[in-house]
């Protein structure tokens, strides 16, 4: 029991830069408090002590802002950080090491009594304000984005993000072609920065921009290559020299950027 505190408060320092030392954790941290009376409510809620165990979530609730109900599973090493206006249902399923940002939802979809939460794999992070509902899973290491509302499955190692939940892998499609150095000019004369995301959290219109520069530069490759085939055919032929795009003639968009 008390190793499982121990890890408790040791993954506010592991999370949190701002924690400096143990007793202002203990003192001042209203997710690991949330925590700590939700493991004493979900004890009562499993022998039985159902009023007891709703009794003290409801205590928790106003004591912290964290509404968590006693019959919710969660593992080793949850971390709430800021907390306020969390919400996890009764049957949602948290794994270990979990982070939930304020104003995080793991709710339900319907009034069956079955199961109608989430259930969220081990090193799974929820960004603030995300809302999570439904009777499925988030696969390990998935990040939601703040804000996101997420309704379907989630892959491990994904990233979801906006309105509904767009799910998005970290594997990038042309991987051998990240740093290509032509695409890479392209991307500066048109102002535009897709290394300049994190990889944590990719944006699904970057990747689609990145996407079409590919496609543009195979399109030039495949072109200087008909035009060196129809040289060596024809001598006469005059092989026009595609139009330099004037980075000038580009502010606009590094303004817009």
């Not at 259930?119 to 809302?131: E, P, Q, R, S, Y």
């Not at 897709?194 to 944590?200: H, Q």
């Not at 496609?215 to 060196?228: A, P, S, Y």
């Amino acid at each position: 029991m008390f190793e499982g505190i121990k890890g408790d408060i040791q993954s506010v320092f592991d999370r949190d830069p701002a924690a400096r030392n143990t007793f202002e954790v203990i003192t001042n941290y209203p997710g690991l408090h949330a925590l700590l009376l939700h493991r004493l409510a979900h004890k009562l809620w499993r022998r039985n002590f159902f009023w007891l165990g709703r009794s003290l979530s409801t205590f928790s609730r106003w004591l912290t802002g964290i509404e968590i109900h006693p019959g919710a599973q969660i593992g080793q090493r949850f971390f709430i950080d800021h907390g306020m206006g969390v919400v996890i249902g009764e049957t949602a399923v948290i794994g270990n090491d979990v982070t939930l940002y304020q104003g995080v939802t793991l709710g339900g979809t319907s009034w069956d009594k079955g199961k109608r939460h989430p259930t969220l794999k081990d090193g799974v992070v929820v960004g603030a304000g995300a809302k999570v509902l439904g009777p499925f899973e988030v696969g390990e290491n998935a990040k939601v984005g703040s804000n996101a509302v997420v309704t379907k499955t989630v892959p491990a190692e994904a990233t979801v993000v906006g309105i509904p939940g767009r799910i998005i892998l970290k594997s990038v499609p042309n991987a051998n072609q990240a740093d290509d150095p032509k695409r890479q000019k392209m991307q500066e004369n048109l102002g535009f920065d897709a290394y300049g995301l994190s990889d944590e959290m990719p944006d699904p219109v970057a990747r689609s921009i990145r996407s079409m520069l590919d496609h543009m530069h195979v399109v030039d490759e495949r072109m200087n290559t008909m035009c060196k085939a129809l040289k060596s055919l024809d001598k006469n032929y005059k092989n026009v020299a595609v139009p330099f795009i004037d980075e000038e003639g580009m502010d606009c968009f590094k303004e817009a950027k």
